[in-house]
């Protein structure tokens, strides 16, 4: 069976007047439809740059290598016709900051016609404005505030807004980059939970790209956390968060230890140090120099992305040689070098 989306081993590289920038490195996953998939990463992990390049929206001169494929369709060698109908069609984004992306003169209801109207040119005016409403109805909003400017809406409205503009052509994937990241958790909850529902009830694919490994956990079938452009680990999403086998996936899930809490969110915990830059990264894991159970091996090898003992064993992987090593790995942080204590959960 063909997946809705094959990525191997995709390699992206900026290319600018500061020189080259390998923002990702080596990621492979594949996604069949109606499953969701988390990104989890600091900022700069390359999460963005991921998602980006599945709808092939990074700037030209931005080198693109491996193999992305969607529904069998080569997405890199696409011709710009058949592109412009994937990115509706097939996939659509939701970004961060719904006020920017939505145009400040235009009615919301004018917003969410346009791509309808763009994709089905022989619609009539009568079918648009009832699809308008339909939509509008999906994501919890009256008929009537289709009249509003964004100005009109609530920051969680104005987000409610971009999923129904991400429905409005019956995408067979959405990909969700901190879409939620900016509303305050209460809202937050609401639109995780809309967009769960329409996820399911669709049977589309999700792949959602938050720093957050407690929300992604509690969102996505699988989670796959992000460090210095590569997947360094990748499992269920639940048990991705109770028991990792990855140090910096414990350092991330400690950082936020309790799903949606507004205290954590605003003081992430035991992640000291800062993640690389992507042109100067260190020798062997990249993440050895801020790792709790770092060997002196850790400096040499870099670590492939293998399958690990785990509760979910099927699916783990781990580049991590402490946990290749069967060595457990504890979701608080730090780690201490000889602790041989079992996951808390
Ligand atoms: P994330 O979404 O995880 O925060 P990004 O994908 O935005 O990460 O960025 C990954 C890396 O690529 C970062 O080091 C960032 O500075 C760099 N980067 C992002 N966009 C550009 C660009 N247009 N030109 C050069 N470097 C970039
Ligand atoms: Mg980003």
């Known amino acids: ?33 109606g499953e969701t998939i988390g990104i989890a990463g600091e900022s700069g992990s390359g999460k963005s740059t991921l998602g980006m390049s599945l709808l ?7 080198k693109v290598e491996g193999e992305l494929l969607f529904n069998g369709e080569d997405i890199l060698t696409m011709k710009f016709g058949r592109l412009r109908a ?27 016609a346009e791509p309808i109207e763009v994709h089905n040119p022989s619609m009539g005016a ?15 909003l009256p008929a009537w505030r289709a009249e509003n400017y964004p100005h009109e809406l609530s920051g969680g409205q104005r987000q409610r807004v971009m999923i129904a503009m991400a ?14 990241t900016a509303l305050d958790v209460m809202v937050q909850a609401q639109v995780l939970q809309l967009l769960r529902d329409l996820v399911a009830e669709r049977q589309m694919g999700l792949i959602m790209i938050s720093h957050d490994l407690s929300v992604l956990a509690d969102m996505c079938d699988r989670v ?10 990748v499992g269920q999403g639940h048990a991705m968060f109770t028991a990792p086998r990855h140090p910096y996936g414990a350092a991330l899930g400690s950082a936020f230890p309790v799903i949606g809490d507004p205290e954590a969110r605003r003081n992430p915990r035991g992640l000291a140090g800062d993640p690389p830059v992507p042109t100067d990264l260190p020798s062997g894991c990249p993440f050895h120099p801020r790792c709790p159970v770092a060997r002196d091996d850790c400096s040499t090898t870099v670590p492939e992305l293998l399958p690990v003992k785990a509760p979910d064993e099927d699916l783990r992987r781990s580049a991590c040689l402490v946990a290749q090593d069967g060595q457990s790995i504890r979701p608080s942080s730090p780690v201490p070098p000889t602790s041989t204590q079992e996951p808390v959960t």
């Not at 009568?126 to 919890?140: H, M, N, Y």
């Not at 429905?167 to 901190?178: H, T, V």
Request: glycine share 8%; charged share 20%; with cysteine.
């Open 167 to 180: 429905l409005a052509c019956d995408p067979e994937l959405i990909i969700a980059d901190e879409a939620t």
């Open 56 to 62: 092939r929206l990074l700037p030209k001169e931005t």
């Open 126 to 140: 009568k079918a648009v404005s009832s699809r308008v409403t339909e939509l509008l109805d999906q994501v919890g």
């Open 1 to 33: 069976m063909t997946s809705l989306l094959d990525i191997q081993d995709l390699t992206i590289t900026y290319r600018g007047a500061r020189g080259h920038v390998p923002a990702v490195r080596g990621v492979s996953f594949s996604l069949q439809a």
């Open 86 to 112: 994937v990115r509706w069609s097939g996939a659509s984004m939701i970004f961060q900051g719904a006020m920017h992306a939505l145009n400040p003169v235009h009615r919301i209801g004018q917003q969410i």
């Open 224 to 233: 796959a956390v992000m460090y210095a452009g590569q997947i360094v680990e």
